[in-house]
Every structure is written in structure tokens, then in C-alpha cells.
């Protein structure tokens, strides 16, 4: 196995993808059969809308499980994480150093649980870049596509 195919994981990432794919196999996948058996039932499949949608939503689904399973083969979890130094699983909070002095935190995690809305970063993003493998205290300078700017790591979790 390639390293470029690693999936990396917390172990929370790890159960809800699983928990996703056993909702897909035993709940999405046998309501979109009977969908399709029903669809059928009503004839002409050339006109049958419930019939073209009914097969697109099965190969969303049937997509999906590929995609989850070929995550779960390659999923590396992160088990140990160092208070240390920044890594993937770290809480880490910094302060921008410009002009308004604001302060964030950010759970590192892999790029398939990145969701900024729940302050969790991708370890692919500028900021989870230039963070990684430094300590508290550091400032280091985060290379963004609007430019560059210096954080300052404050706390690791």
C-alpha cells in the first residue's frame, strides 16, 4: 500500500464512517431496492421518473459504500497523540499575530473528517501545515493562497 493512500483517522472518524456504511448496507441500500421493485411495478421504465431517480439514488449509494470501504481498507488511526508537538488528533490553539491579536482552536484531523464548522482541519490545510511537528510557544508562518501570515501556537491538547 502506497503512503498516498492512507486514510488518516481519529478514532471518532473511524466509528462514524462504519457506523455510515452499516446505515447504507442495511437501511439505504434494501429501501432503494424496494423503491426500484416499485418503480417497476408501474410499467413503461422508458417515461418512469420514480424509476430513473430510484436508479440514480442506488448508484449514489452503491458509489458511497465503495468510497467508505475503500477508506476503512487504507485507514490509519491515530491512537497515540503527543501534547508535544502538533499533530494529527491535537487540539491546538493559536493567536494570529496582526493587528487584532484573535485566538482560535483547531482540531488536526485527516482531510475526510475536515469539517470547519466544528473547528476540525484538514492536516492537508496551509494552517494544519505549517503547524505540524512545532510546540507551544512557536510562531510560524502559515503559506495561504490569499498570503502569508505569522500564528503563534498558544496550547496543545
Same mark, same amino acid.
Given at each position: 500500500?502506497?503512503?498516498?493512500?492512507?486514510?488518516?483517522?481519529? +478514532?471518532?472518524?473511524?466509528?462514524? !464512517?462504519?457506523?455510515?456504511?452499516?446505515? !447504507? /448496507?442495511?437501511?439505504?441500500?434494501?429501501?432503494?431496492?424496494?423503491?426500484?421493485?416499485?418503480?417497476?411495478?408501474?410499467?413503461?421504465? =422508458?417515461?418512469?421518473?420514480?424509476?430513473?431517480?430510484?436508479? #440514480?439514488?442506488?448508484? +449514489?449509494?452503491?458509489?458511497? /459504500?465503495?468510497?467508505?470501504?475503500?477508506?476503512?481498507?487504507?485507514?490509519?488511526? %491515530?491512537?497515540?497523540?503527543?501534547?508535544?508537538?502538533?499533530?494529527?488528533?491535537?487540539? @491546538?490553539? /493559536?493567536?494570529?499575530?496582526?493587528?487584532? #491579536?484573535?485566538?482560535?482552536?483547531?482540531? %488536526?484531523?485527516?482531510?475526510?473528517?475536515? #469539517?470547519?464548522?466544528? =473547528?476540525? /482541519?484538514?492536516?492537508? =490545510?496551509?494552517?494544519?501545515?505549517?503547524?505540524?511537528?512545532?510546540?507551544?510557544? #512557536? @510562531?510560524?508562518?502559515?503559506? =495561504?493562497?490569499?498570503?502569508?501570515?505569522?500564528?503563534? %501556537?498558544?496550547? %496543545?491538547?
Amino acid at each position: 500500500m502506497k503512503k498516498d493512500n492512507v486514510v488518516y483517522l481519529t +478514532q471518532e472518524g473511524l466509528d462514524e !464512517l462504519k457506523k455510515e456504511l452499516d446505515n !447504507l /448496507i442495511k437501511v439505504k441500500r434494501p429501501e432503494n431496492i424496494q423503491a426500484i421493485k416499485e418503480a417497476r411495478a408501474l410499467g413503461d421504465l =422508458s417515461e418512469n421518473a420514480d424509476y430513473d431517480s430510484a436508479r #440514480d439514488e442506488q448508484a +449514489q449509494i452503491e458509489g458511497r /459504500i465503495k468510497t467508505i470501504e475503500k477508506m476503512l481498507e487504507n485507514a490509519k488511526v %491515530i491512537k497515540e497523540v503527543s501534547k508535544d508537538k502538533v499533530g494529527i488528533g491535537t487540539v @491546538v490553539s /493559536i493567536r494570529y499575530m496582526d493587528d487584532d #491579536d484573535e485566538e482560535e482552536e483547531y482540531k %488536526i484531523v485527516g482531510s475526510h473528517e475536515a #469539517d470547519p464548522f466544528e =473547528s476540525k /482541519i484538514s492536516n492537508e =490545510s496551509p494552517i494544519a501545515q505549517a503547524l505540524m511537528n512545532h510546540k507551544v510557544g #512557536d @510562531v510560524v508562518t502559515v503559506n =495561504s493562497p490569499n498570503g502569508n501570515y505569522d500564528v503563534e %501556537i498558544k496550547d %496543545i491538547k
